[in-house]
């Protein structure tokens, strides 16, 4: 009798073993099939929503405003055009983490098309640099923005190594020639004068 007990108790714990695991492997694919349809559904929505939130995201993950700062065909003081490719080139460079090759081409062209400096204080960039350092300083510009132009074309084709690399480029320059001429224009006494 206690044998026959053991051998039923042993045969009941398999049955409830092996239905437990079958109804568990069944509500574990429902599971998996409702996450994957919610996945489905939230990847849709997320599409949908992303265009419109990717300007606001990346402002609030990185605090770099995604906004190009538009050319203009006005002359603008040194400090607001040097502002602005600053603030474009930043876009540039976020442009490159995001793959998006469409702002990064349209910062790329923001940047050749940069405001003209006026002749009041091209006449100070003379004074104090010299007629050889005005047209080094022209020279550096006219560098920057054939640079630029280059960054736009590997935009426009898509080549993200040619981007990247133009973009090295440019920040090089733009390092370099803020050591050759930030300090002595900025530190000179004739640069705040009227």
Known sequence: MMKRFYFLSLVISLVVLITGCENNNNANRDNTNTQSNDQNTQTKISKKTKKNNDTIDLKRRTGIPFQISQATQDTVPLLGIMSNLEKNLAVVQ????RG???????AANAIVNHGYIPNREIQKIKT???KEGLKNF????KNLHNKAKELTQAADDKKMDQIVNRTTELIQRCSSCHVKYR???????KWLEP
């Open 100 to 106: 998006d090759y469409q702002i990064i081409s349209e």
């Open 94 to 97: 976020a442009g490159i983490w």
């Open 138 to 141: 022209v020279a550096a510009d």
């Open 183 to 189: 300090v002595p224009l900025r530190d000179n006494p």
């Open 128 to 130: 104090i640099l010299g």
